[in-house]
């Protein structure tokens, strides 16, 4: 008698997950490694959309516990209101530890001294001096790679010596998603969770997590002068030169960051979807369209990292 031969299926359910839900899986893996690994992480949070979903999917990580970090703002004093307001609701929502790190503080010390009009280049003090004091051995940043060149060969875990500093010459190999945090007193580590996600990624995310942002990230009105190729919004913070006109326009922000060195660009995508729609036509990344501290070097932001930069 001949054996018929038989395909037995999977004893259970065949389950793939999606593209978002492998990149939201993947950071929870490496939120929650880190706060295995180490002994005083922190999240830096600056209130833009990269930190406000990497501190969504800390508090993912963690639920229903609470998170066992703090969140730390270096704040340089030149911030968006609208930044600043919901920071603040944020924290009074989650529940979570805020720490502030004032780079005005450090003016008034004289540690550094100030740059005018950004104080953008002088924030890095404050970083590592509030990561010092608190004796920070992990932090996380929000950080994409698709965003720059600096950032694109960087490590997920991403180490600092004693200075702070990065050597990019210096990294260590990231293989089958093993990372090594090992690190000596004084030294920490810059740790990444969404470097393999993408601007669409990101805003793809936002819409299927319904997550809060400022408002300026949609298109709104707003006075503004163009410099160097760039619209800057009129604040107190940033006045128009003599010869520079100020107009109205819809705009919105890409990124987020200092008012003194951040552009807009005109549009008119006031909802998720619609920015969604505009970021898959997108050709230049946020960073390379709307910041001006990118734009002192060819390596601008490579420079900054190796003295401790975010």
Not at 30 to 43: D, G, M, Q
Not at 132 to 158: H, I, W, Y
């Amino acid at each position: 008698m001949t054996r018929q031969a038989t395909t037995a299926g999977p004893a259970v359910g065949q389950y793939e997950l999606s593209h978002l839900r492998s990149l939201e899986a993947e950071a929870i893996h490496i939120i929650r490694e880190v706060a295995a690994e180490f002994e005083r992480p922190v999240l830096l949070f600056s209130g833009g959309k990269d930190s406000i979903v990497m501190l969504h999917l800390a508090l993912k990580a963690f639920y229903p516990g609470r998170l066992p970090f703090p969140v730390m703002h270096v704040d340089t004093g030149h911030n968006f209101d609208e930044v600043i307001a919901t920071r603040d609701e944020l924290v009074a929502e989650t529940g979570v530890r805020l720490v502030v790190a004032s780079v005005q503080d450090d003016i008034d010390a004289g540690r550094v001294v100030e740059t005018i009009p950004s104080r953008n280049p002088i924030q890095t003090v404050t970083l590592l001096r509030a990561i010092r004091e608190n004796k920070f051995d992990a932090a996380f940043g929000g950080a994409r790679r698709d965003e720059e060149k600096a950032r694109a060969k960087e490590r997920v875990f991403s180490f600092r010596d004693e200075f702070g500093q990065w050597d990019p010459k210096a990294q260590r190999p990231e293989l089958w998603n093993v990372y090594n945090g090992r690190h000596h007193k004084g030294e920490h580590i810059r740790v990444f969770p969404l470097s393999n996600w993408t601007e669409f990624d990101i805003w793809s995310y936002i819409g299927a997590e319904k997550i809060k942002l400022p408002p300026i990230y949609y298109a709104h009105r707003r006075k503004v002068f163009q410099r160097d190729g760039m619209l800057l919004a009129v604040d107190r913070h940033m006045q128009p030169r003599a010869d520079e006109e100020v107009f109205e326009a819809t705009v919105r922000f890409r990124t987020v960051g200092d008012v003194t060195c951040t552009g807009c660009v005109e549009s008119t995508a006031a909802t998720v979807a619609e920015v969604v729609a505009e970021t898959s036509v997108a050709r230049l990344t946020e960073r390379g369209a709307t910041r001006a501290d990118d734009r002192i070097s060819e390596a601008g932001m490579e420079d900054r990292k190796r003295q401790g930069y975010f």
